[in-house]
């Protein structure tokens, strides 16, 4: 293990910690409190959810974990770290590793499909699981909109309900934030789902807390319906004036919706 402390206004401390995880080395940025949340990022990479975390740290008081998936952001990915189950297995060796009970794991679109994976691992350091505009099922008629290689206005307007919130890249920079396609094909192959998750997720006896933006163009409300549907333990909740990545456009009404049902 390595850490790093990184001092956060308004909170007792922070870290960003590497941890050698059933043979995966993982860097997480750590909020140290007393309950526990796993934040899960998608596409767009941990940056898109430091924020809520911080938001999330402060106002439950809570330890708040929030990995670099294994590949993303210029971080290596071990050969035999090949599927979306795979990963969702190194994070819950990283739960073992730091001996951590009464999890609940919030993930975003890519991040959604590894929490409801965690999930169906059975863990019992896992105590539910929050799916916020997931990917990874096959739903009919209502397939995952192709996302690889959009203009960055175009994506904006897909992504959020008010495409002005859309985050701006720094100046100098070449377009705005964009999903890390290959990173995700690379557990998920080219289709970025399984369609045996559909199947597999009726077997979930934790509480898991569906979440979806009512105005995500990227996997639409009835795609998320469909998510919570096929889970017997779930819980729908709607956004309203949100899109694909509400930790960004509307943080405080996912706050609301995680620590209402959790």
Same mark, same amino acid.
């Given at each position: 293990?390595?850490?790093?402390?990184?001092?956060?206004?308004?909170?007792?401390?922070?870290?960003?910690?590497?941890?050698?995880?059933?043979?995966?080395? +993982?860097?997480?940025? %750590?909020?140290?409190?007393?309950?526990?949340?796993?934040?899960?990022?998608?596409?767009?990479?941990?940056?898109?959810?430091?924020?809520?975390?911080?938001?999330?740290?402060?106002?439950?008081?809570?330890?708040?974990?929030?990995?670099?998936?294994?590949?993303?952001?210029?971080?290596?990915?071990?050969?035999?770290?090949?599927?979306?189950?795979?990963? @969702?297995?190194?994070?819950?060796?990283?739960?073992?590793?730091?001996?951590?009970?009464?999890?609940?794991?919030?993930?975003?679109?890519?991040?959604?499909?590894?929490?409801?994976?965690?999930?169906?691992?059975?863990?019992?350091?896992?105590?539910?699981?929050?799916?916020?505009?997931?990917?990874? +099922?096959?739903?009919?008629? &209502?397939?995952?909109? %192709?996302?690889?290689?959009?203009?960055?206005? %175009?994506?904006? @307007?897909?992504?959020? &309900?008010?495409?002005?919130?859309?985050?701006?890249?720094?100046?100098?920079?070449?377009?705005?934030?964009?999903?890390?396609? @290959?990173?995700?094909?690379?557990?998920?192959?080219?289709?970025?789902?399984?369609?045996?998750?559909? %199947?597999?997720?009726?077997?979930?006896?934790?509480?898991?807390?569906?979440?979806?933006?009512?105005?995500?163009?990227?996997?639409?409300?009835?795609?998320?319906?469909?998510?919570?549907?096929?889970?017997?333990?779930?819980?729908?909740?709607?956004?309203?004036?949100?899109? &694909?990545?509400?930790?960004?456009?509307?943080?405080?009404?996912?706050?609301?919706?995680?620590?209402?049902?959790?």
């Amino acid at each position: 293990m390595s850490s790093t402390t990184s001092p956060v206004t308004g909170l007792q401390s922070s870290h960003t910690n590497t941890f050698a995880a059933g043979g995966v080395e +993982i860097t997480f940025y %750590d909020h140290d409190r007393a309950r526990v949340f796993l934040l899960l990022h998608g596409g767009a990479g941990a940056g898109s959810v430091r924020g809520f975390a911080d938001l999330l740290a402060e106002r439950t008081r809570s330890r708040v974990l929030v990995p670099t998936h294994p590949g993303f952001g210029g971080t290596a990915r071990p050969e035999d770290l090949t599927t979306t189950r795979d990963l @969702a297995a190194a994070y819950v060796a990283l739960l073992d590793e730091l001996d951590l009970t009464d999890v609940t794991v919030v993930g975003n679109s890519f991040g959604g499909w590894i929490a409801a994976e965690m999930a169906l691992l059975a863990s019992p350091r896992v105590s539910s699981a929050v799916i916020v505009d997931g990917i990874g +099922i096959e739903v009919d008629g &209502h397939p995952m909109t %192709d996302v690889g290689g959009l203009a960055p206005a %175009d994506l904006a @307007a897909l992504a959020f &309900h008010d495409p002005a919130k859309a985050p701006r890249p720094p100046a100098g920079a070449a377009g705005g934030p964009s999903p890390d396609v @290959a990173a995700i094909i690379g557990y998920a192959g080219p289709t970025m789902s399984d369609p045996s998750l559909l %199947d597999r997720l009726s077997v979930l006896d934790v509480p898991v807390h569906v979440v979806w933006g009512q105005s995500d163009g990227v996997v639409g409300l009835d795609y998320g319906r469909a998510y919570a549907d096929a889970i017997p333990t779930a819980t729908f909740t709607v956004l309203p004036r949100s899109g &694909h990545l509400p930790q960004l456009e509307t943080p405080e009404e996912l706050l609301r919706a995680i620590t209402e049902v959790n």
